[in-house]
């Protein structure tokens, strides 16, 4: 590991751009002080690899009109709950006696239908690869108990047309680990050809300053470049049962992410087989694209465009126990990451 670090301290070539794209590093890399150990010529931005951060308010909206006009319960993960929408969040509509409930999984939201079966429950079901299955498992479980009062608002995305979307943005990308443990490695390996450059890391500080290392090492050769520093964990086929019962359950749709607006085919969305699990269906609802507050920069921020600090509210009207955008809420949000450990 020293000569890794020697690498990030006295690297002093041309100014290279990393995109930490995975919340959880960024969280990871300030934790462990290795911000502390990079050369001035070595810059880390943000991008969009925070579920919560990137779900749009519209979503939220959808959430609140499931939670007050159809009396449902809402059960979801616990950063979702503060995340604003147009006009409120779960928390605030929580207040006016909206039930919204934090869960660990989706199985215990199926535990709240099977314990409700008079009322409807609706699961949020927000993430990435790596929660997309559990989402699936539910579905599949109640379709196979008959539990008809349970459901799914879904806002799972799926990386790979994010990175083209971010292309250009960061010299590299610091590829998510826990993602690509279920994708495998291949797009990163297709992306290499269009001139897209990364390596996948893992989440100890071994394993970041490897990467990172690793990352400044090779684009000293001028051409675009991957490799796998956690190849411990994933491997170039990823998780196949997992991307099996995604397939199964799951067809692609457009998506709008937070920032990035809607990239096509990079959502998930139930088949049609299981439409009664699906809330869009089941409660005929109408997404709409939702409101963000004008003075509030978190999509840049998931963009790469600005660091939080940046932001006018940073600090001031926006912190953690009074958030105004997404990136201040989430555990694994860039605002709340400068927040704690960069002020």
């Known amino acids: 590991m020293s000569s890794a670090v020697d690498i990030l301290r006295n690297y002093s070539g041309r100014k290279l751009r990393i995109m930490e794209v995975c919340g959880t590093h960024t969280h990871e890399i300030f934790r462990l002080g290795i911000r502390s150990l990079l050369s001035e010529n070595i810059e880390l931005v943000s991008g969009p690899g925070c579920p919560v ?6 979503f939220i909206d959808s959430a609140i009109e499931l939670a007050t006009r159809h009396k449902a319960i809402i059960t979801t993960f616990g950063d ?22 934090a869960v660990y999984s989706p199985l215990d939201a199926l535990d709240i239908a099977r314990s409700n079966p008079d009322q409807e429950v609706v699961f949020l079901a927000v993430g990435f690869e790596t929660t997309t299955p559990s989402a699936c ?18 806002a799972n995305k799926t990386m790979p047309q994010a990175y083209k979307a971010l292309q250009g943005s960061a010299d590299a990308f610091l590829y998510p680990g826990h993602v690509h443990a279920i994708i495998g490695t291949g797009l990163c390996e297709d992306l290499t050809r269009e001139g897209v450059s ?6 100890t500080a071994e394993l970041l300053v490897k990467a990172l290392s690793m990352i ?30 995604i397939a199964d359950m799951m067809q692609p749709c457009d998506c709008v992410w937070r920032g990035l607006g809607e990239i ?80």
Do not use: W
């Open 53 to 58: 951060c990137v779900t749009p308010p519209g």
């Open 80 to 101: 979702l709950i503060r995340v604003p929408g147009s006009n409120s969040s779960l928390a605030g509509v929580r207040k006016d006696g909206a039930v919204v409930k």
């Open 137 to 154: 498992i539910a579905v599949k479980k109640a379709r196979e108990e008959n539990l008809k009062n349970f459901s799914i608002l879904t």
């Open 198 to 203: 990364g390596v996948v890391a893992g989440f």
């Open 216 to 245: 400044v090492e090779m684009s000293q050769s001028g051409v675009p470049f991957f490799a796998n520093a956690y190849s411990s964990i994933v491997k170039s086929q990823g998780n196949l049962a997992a991307q099996k019962l």
């Open 264 to 343: 096509k085919q990079s959502g998930m969305a139930l088949k049609d087989e299981f439409a009664g699990f699906d809330a869009v269906k089941k409660f005929k609802l109408v997404p709409g694209e939702g409101r963000t507050n004008p003075g509030c920069r978190c999509g840049e921020v998931l963009r790469g465009n600005c660091k939080p600090c940046d932001c006018p509210l940073f600090g001031k009207v926006c912190d953690p126990l009074h958030p105004v955008g997404a990136c201040m809420v989430s555990g694994e949000g860039a605002c709340s990451a400068f927040y704690q450990y960069a002020r």
